[in-house]
């Protein structure tokens, strides 16, 4: 496992844990509330209740601002710990061809080693171009220097 994926893990730990306390401690003053308020009431007495009633509902707009608020705490915590758009590491391997390192570039996830290897090819050419034709402009162990 990576460090950037230990990272948001204990993030997730922390935050998990900070919530479980809000709720234990929320449910204690609720407790210690109904504690206080059964002391004022008689026993067998009916306890007033605050509200006025059922009134209908939030209705179908209350459903679809839910269903929006779910899928923008989602795209959030996605957007935090994520590495882009698609399933793979990192960019350019999202979901079609047009994701890359731009035109003539190839895209695919060993792009990296063929053009390492081209770079390495390359410059070991040029090294050996360099020592056949020697330091004098002439081949290697041509004579004519200095003993």
Known sequence: MN????????????AVGILVA???GVYQA????GIVD?????A??????????WHGGPGIFGILFGIFFLFLIF????AAFSRGRG????WGHGYGPGW????????????????RDRGIADLHRRLHEETDSGPGGGPVGAGGGAR
């Open 22 to 24: 809000l709720g234990a």
């Open 100 to 115: 890359g390192r731009g035109p003539g570039g190839d895209t695919g996830p060993d792009a990296w080693r063929e053009e």
């Open 38 to 42: 059964a002391g004022r009431f008689p």
């Open 30 to 33: 609720g407790v210690a509330q």
């Open 87 to 90: 399933w793979g590491p990192g």
């Open 75 to 78: 795209g959030l915590l996605r």
């Open 3 to 14: 460090p950037r994926g230990i990272v948001g893990f204990l993030f997730g730990l922390v």
């Open 44 to 53: 067998g007495a009916a306890v007033p209740v605050a509200g006025y009633g």
